[in-house]
């Protein structure tokens, strides 16, 4: 007869730990979340308003070897995440900027703002502009690979070269089969991410179902600011970026690309915007980056594949020593 109680009191004084310890709250700019180098601001007007994007500016640690590389981080990510690649490249002689995007992170979330790849790729130019960086080398992630293809695209005499990491819109999910969601069906699920969301969909998609102490981290960074006092602000501007990643592909355009390209691939990655809401017979078709990466460097007229078997959509966090290894190789070997 003890036991039962003996339990019955261990469940409730369980639950009355957890419910007085607060997840960690972060402001609408990220406030109050370090980052692992100085974190700057530049301020620009973009679409009737004055707006800011949070960098990090990173000089070389070793012999400068005048070469820059510029990091564009993915949806669910930020420049703090890129922590361990700044830290490879500037101790191989880089400068390194890392910026986060309008709608991301420590960069402004506007209330009302027209989101197009070649509108954040024109904030980031001037970014740089301002910066005196000249002839960068892009290293895009996930949704930031979508922008340094756009990026190069557009400015295509000042881009040296471009790398990417499990970029997505390696596909057209639309074209596919994959129902378009409202702006507003897109608010409606964002405003409900939370830390135990963020981290079962990392775990199954970020790290083939693993998990290590070191991802809690990013996991918290994301979930108190779409828990902190922005929270309204930061799904609409989620909502908002979402509905471009959807319906603007630049697949069809890797062709265009003349820069010598780096694909980085784990390839046991099953990411696919929309295929949450497909059909089964869609779905299967989706994310199979097994053969998504090999098909890209098909479409681009100069690119290097890296495969990182069994890895998912994220290997420069997942092992950081052997994805930065096959990075500075190629950094390194003349184009």
């Known amino acids: ?18 419910a007085t310890e607060k997840p960690l709250s972060y ?10 180098y100085t974190l700057h601001h530049y301020s620009f007007d973009s679409q009737g308003q004055t707006l800011q994007m ?5 000089a070389a640690n070793a012999h400068a070897n005048g070469q820059t590389v510029v990091l564009l981080h993915g949806k669910n990510f930020c420049a703090a995440t890129w922590e361990s690649t700044i830290k490879a490249l500037s101790d191989a002689g880089y400068r390194v900027i890392a910026p986060d995007q309008i709608g991301f992170c420590s960069a402004s979330k506007p209330e009302h703002y027209q989101y197009s790849f070649q509108q954040l790729a024109q904030n980031t130019h001037a970014l740089l502009a301002d910066l005196d960086v000249k ?4 290293l895009g992630h996930s949704t930031g690979g979508m922008l340094a293809t756009r990026y190069t695209l557009m400015y295509p005499n000042e881009v040296q070269r471009l790398a990417m990491v499990n970029p997505i819109g390696l596909e057209d999910w639309k074209a596919l089969g994959v129902p378009w969601r409202s702006v507003d069906d897109w608010l409606e699920r964002e405003s409900k991410v939370d830390a135990q969301s963020i981290k079962a969909y990392e775990q199954r998609t970020y790290y083939g179902g693993q998990w290590k102490p070191e991802y809690d981290r990013w996991v ?3 979930a108190g600011l779409n828990q902190g006092p922005g ?9 908002l970026i979402y509905d471009m990643i959807f319906t603007q592909p630049v697949v069809y355009e890797f062709g265009n690309v003349q820069q010598p390209t780096l694909l980085l691939i784990g390839t046991a990655d099953t990411t696919a915007i929309g295929s949450d809401i497909a059909s089964p017979q869609v779905k299967a078709r989706l994310g199979h980056y097994d053969q998504l990466g090999k098909r890209a460097a098909q479409a681009f ?3 290097t594949l890296v495969e990182f078997p069994g890895m998912g959509h994220a290997p420069q966090m ?3 020593a052997r994805f930065h290894q096959a990075l500075l190789k190629w950094l390194n070997t003349p184009q």
């Open 301 to 303: 007229p100069h690119a």
């Open 135 to 138: 002839d960068p080398i892009l």
């Open 220 to 222: 918290t960074m994301l």
């Open 27 to 36: 402001g609408p700019q990220l406030e109050g979340f370090d980052y692992p």
């Open 231 to 239: 929270h309204n602000l930061v799904a609409w501007n989620s909502a």
């Open 54 to 58: 949070g960098y990090m500016d990173v």
């Open 318 to 320: 997942e092992d950081p």
């Open 1 to 18: 007869m003890k036991r039962p109680c003996a339990l019955l009191l261990a469940t409730v004084l369980s639950s009355a730990v957890l």
